[in-house]
């Protein structure tokens, strides 16, 4: 009989394992298409618009500030319903200078 043989290969640690290639995180994406004439946003639309994230939109909605309509499942926003919020939370120019010509004319001023 023949004395058999094997053959090991000596390996260090760091080739023990081969590294997986780090990966980074895909950011979340959300397609929008905003159109002038569309009736209805989705709620990401709604956000996008106002500059502020999906997140706080939906805080923004369950608190009853910015009117939804619902669709089934949905939650859509009517493009003046995200007008009049912004109304509501920027007074118009004109009443800030009617209120300060008020304050002009107070007596403790005088």
Known sequence: MSPSTRTFRLVTAERARPRRRESTPEPEVINLTMQSDQLLLTVP???????????????????????????????????????????RRNPSAETTVADQTDLDRSPATQ
């Open 45 to 87: 639309e709604a956000a996008h618009r106002l500059g502020i994230g999906r997140s706080f939109m939906y805080q923004l909605i369950a608190a009853g500030e910015i009117e939804t309509i619902r669709i089934g499942r949905l939650r859509k926003i009517a493009p003046r319903a995200v007008e009049a919020f912004v109304e």
